[in-house]
């Protein structure tokens, strides 16, 4: 498979502020890719580098194979984006911008067009300030996806919509995987991008703290257990990645490193199972770890090796 | 349920459309902390230091008194700078820059107001503060109040730095430039009733200004005491009817108090009755599909409305100059001991074209200023975000800038044939040397296009920087030569190199070097806005 977009070691500095700090990111072509992380850990300054809008301080990003600020122009024939904050003019219609935009990408096709305005019932002859947000974002999002283009990049495209237009949302994200383009999708939503995404990035202050499928992330996090057992359970609490081990008579609950699960359950058959409930991590779970992380931890220089480490 | 209901009843009926109007001056007042002492600062300066550059060019009473009997029995030199009432150095004061300092003091509080006003209900930050303790009628209060501060601080600087030269005359010159001042505030204020967009009320708020400035000076010309109705019906005129240092009409400031009272009580009905964020003039619906297919056309559709609007001002103020003219050589014809004096000044046909040259330096000086607001649209669209999704696309950031240039360079070539449409028009003229006369302006005007697209290019930081440019050409031009500035503050202005037509000798170095200098400065702009990062 070729890559849409990658990026490594990809610094940005803004005066004394380092967005950026090495970050690495790599998207399949035709897959659709989640991009996670906590306001200000550089989601946006990422994708304005690659769309040639800031030039990075150091590091590689490449495009559909090329380099965005050098063949800007050439590859955003390629490429629709869509900001999280949309901003129109006030003289403008809806319809006027979606056109414009098309126009000035590889082209639109007018029958998915209209298709896309009724799907997202949008009213295409309002001008530019009467739009409500959700509107606005509504504008971007059809232009994006009636464009054709390989690769779109959306930015928080979502904010502002409302249940069932995220719905609709979802339905073209489907449809655009199933052409085969490639979706770079930067989301604060989860159910959204456990339901879209075939792999994720989560990138903390400027660096990339894990990449790969959600299954590969589970793997990383803990699964919860409850059992209750035939026998007193015996040496679990010695046992490596075991956390949280609540013990009252033959129930117990735990949670353990996913990687370390063999171990465990090895021990609690040896005392006999009753019953054994096993919940997978959510993804909430495993974001929220990162985003907590985020709060307490403050030295640099031990989120680059873990970034490592995980990556690895 | 009792204490919430009381809490309620504690400020019972409509007594709190104000509240909050305290907080949001001072929040004003914060934010145009480094705007607000520069316009007063700069303008208080600027007439403060007026009556010692008199001194050193009218040393003797003899000759102040000459200048005075000149204004008095030349019609188109008092077009130009308004008769005069008292030849002493504050009567001259009054009668040299007072006119301007109005101007300047109308442009400061339509701006005051508007950004305080629809600007802020534009961009949405009105929401906001709208759903605190805030009056209905409290953010229109406060802009018109911290107008009122700005106004007040220069009418106190005016009368202090004056009061040496008398200070009757001093307060009533201070107070007659604030009265404009407050005039035009509660005139923005209106018209930011009116329109949706902010930069739409400065426009119409400024062309306003424009005319009471050009009916000021179509009375003057028309009598020698101000008498004319031209005069009385622009307030920029009632600043000069109020004889600042000679025998004041302190009346005339009855006229002031009047119409901003007025127009403020009409602004607060207007906004009374109107919900936020909407307009008087609504907003139609656009086409469902557009023709728009490139950079450039966008920018087009989205310079037209400002484009038409300076090219029907030029166009009438071209033809209302040219009028003024033609009345001046007629009056000039029609008495014999006025022609002599004239034509011992160098001949009628030499006056009138000193005074067309005047005229059409003055367009271009004005044009100058909308090149750069044409070539700081690259600015707006950046700052706003509005950049961002068109760069995205394939458009390359040279095509996307050189849209926005075009007509910004383009236009001024325009609007400059329309002046002198106007103007030979007006006057009656043969059109080719009056065309030609505005064409020789365009180096000039272009050279601040170029700064301004230099300046932005380097770093959207820079960008405003070019209307310091842009008003110190105008202050040069307009009020340098009464200033007795040395030639070489004087050169710093691209207009003052330029050959003085129709009349003077015809030289091509200067122009072709001020191309040149334009030029340059665009495509260093342009270098730089294609290395730089994209504001964000």
């Given amino acids: ?312 | 349920m009792t204490t919430a209901t009381a809490r309620f009843a504690t400020r019972p009926g409509g007594s709190r459309q104000l509240a909050g109007t305290a907080t949001l001056l001072r929040f004003a007042l914060r934010r145009d902390r480094l705007m607000m002492p520069l316009w007063v600062g700069v303008i208080g300066l600027l007439v403060v230091s007026m009556p010692n550059s008199l001194k050193s060019i009218y040393g003797t009473a003899a000759e102040r008194a000459d200048v005075a009997r000149q204004m008095l029995t030349n019609s188109s030199l008092r077009a130009t700078y308004g008769p005069v009432f008292s030849d002493t150095l504050g009567g001259l004061t009054a009668w040299r820059i007072g006119g301007y300092a109005g101007v300047f003091a109308a442009i400061m509080s339509l701006l005051i107001v508007v950004r305080h006003t629809r600007d802020e209900e534009e961009t949405g930050r009105q929401e906001l503060i709208s759903s605190a303790m805030v009056g209905r009628r409290a953010p229109l209060t406060a802009a018109l109040l911290a107008a009122l501060v700005a106004n007040g601080a220069l009418a106190l600087l005016i009368a202090g730095g004056l009061a040496g030269q008398g200070g009757p005359g001093a307060l009533a010159l201070g107070l007659a430039v604030a009265g404009v001042g407050m005039v035009f505030a509660t005139m923005a204020a209106i018209v930011a009733q009116l329109t949706e967009s902010a930069r739409l009320a400065k426009g119409l708020t400024g062309g306003l200004l424009g005319a009471a400035f050009v009916l000021k000076a179509a009375g003057d010309s028309a009598t020698a005491d101000g008498s004319s109705v031209l005069t009385w019906i622009s307030p920029v005129g009632w600043l000069e009817e109020l004889r600042s240092f000679a025998d004041e009409r302190w009346w005339v400031l009855l006229l002031f108090a009047a119409a901003a009272l007025v127009q403020g009580a009409v602004a607060y009905e207007l906004a009374g009755r109107r919900d936020i964020g909407m307009s008087f003039l609504p907003t139609r619906p656009g086409p469902a599909t557009g023709r728009l297919r490139t950079a450039g056309a966008l920018a087009l559709r989205l310079q037209r409305g400002a484009l038409l609007g300076w090219s029907l001002g030029f166009l009438a103020a071209g033809a209302a100059f040219g009028g003024i003219t033609k009345g001046a050589s007629d009056l000039v014809g029609d008495n014999d001991k006025t022609r002599e004096i004239i034509e011992r000044m160098g001949g009628q046909s030499g006056i009138t074209d000193a005074f067309l040259a005047t005229m059409v330096n003055m367009l271009g000086m004005v044009a100058a200023l909308y090149i750069v607001s044409s070539v700081l649209r690259l600015h707006g669209e950046e700052t706003s975000q509005r950049a961002e999704p068109v760069l995205a696309n394939a458009v390359g950031r040279l095509r996307w800038a050189l849209g926005h240039l075009t007509i910004a360079f383009g236009g001024s070539v325009l609007i400059m044939l329309l002046g002198g449409f106007g103007l030979a028009l007006g006057y009656g003229a043969e059109l080719g040397p009056i065309l030609g006369a505005c064409l020789v302006q365009l180096p000039a005007i272009w050279t601040l296009g170029g700064l301004a697209a230099l300046l932005y290019g380097l770093s959207p930081l820079l960008a405003p920087g070019a209307w310091g440019a842009a008003g110190l050409a105008l202050l040069l031009g307009w009020i340098g030569p009464a200033l007795n500035i040395p030639q070489t503050v004087m050169d710093l202005s691209p207009f003052g190199h330029l050959p003085k037509l129709p009349g003077g000798d015809m030289a091509w170095t200067p122009l072709l070097v001020l191309t040149g200098i334009a030029a340059a400065a665009t495509a260093t702009g342009l270098a730089g806005l294609r290395r730089r990062d994209l504001s964000t």
């Fill in chain 1, 1 to 312: 498979m070729t890559k849409a977009i990658t990026v490594s070691g990809l610094h940005k500095s803004f005066g004394s502020t380092h967005a950026l700090a090495g970050l690495d990111l790599e998207v399949e072509a035709g897959e659709v890719h989640g991009f996670l992380g906590p306001n200000g850990a550089g989601k946006s300054t990422t994708i304005r580098v690659l769309l040639g809008l800031l030039r990075a301080d150091s590091g590689a990003a490449q495009l559909l194979g090329r380099d965005p600020w050098a063949d800007a122009v050439e590859l955003h024939r390629h490429v629709a984006y869509v900001p999280g904050d949309v901003t129109l003019w006030r003289n403008l219609s809806g319809g006027e911008v979606i056109d414009l935009y098309g126009r000035l990408r590889g082209g639109l096709d007018p029958a998915r067009r209209a298709d896309l305005i009724e799907r997202f019932e949008l009213d295409p002859t309002k001008k530019g300030r009467t739009y409500s947000k959700g509107n606005r974002q509504k504008v971007a999002l059809v232009a994006a996806f009636a464009s054709d283009v390989d690769l779109l990049i959306l930015d928080e495209p979502t904010s502002g919509l409302d249940p069932l237009m995220e719905e609709v949302f979802q339905g073209c994200v489907e449809e655009e995987r199933a052409r085969g383009r490639t979706v770079l999708l930067s989301s604060h939503i989860l159910s959204e991008v456990e339901e879209l995404c075939d792999r994720v990035s989560i990138i903390r202050k400027g660096v990339t703290v894990e990449t790969g499928s959600l299954a590969d992330l589970r793997h990383l996090t803990r699964t919860s257990i409850t059992a209750e057992l035939a026998g007193p359970p015996d040496g679990l609490a010695h046992l490596p990645g075991v956390h949280d081990l609540d013990v009252q008579g033959l129930r117990v609950k735990l949670q353990v490193d996913t990687d370390k699960l063999d171990a465990v359950l090895r021990s609690l058959t040896a005392s006999g199972v009753r019953s054994l409930t096993s919940t997978p991590p959510t993804l909430e779970e495993l974001f929220l770890r990162h985003y907590q992380d985020d709060a307490t931890e403050t030295a640099p220089t031990s989120t680059s090796t873990s970034a490592k480490a995980v990556t690895r």
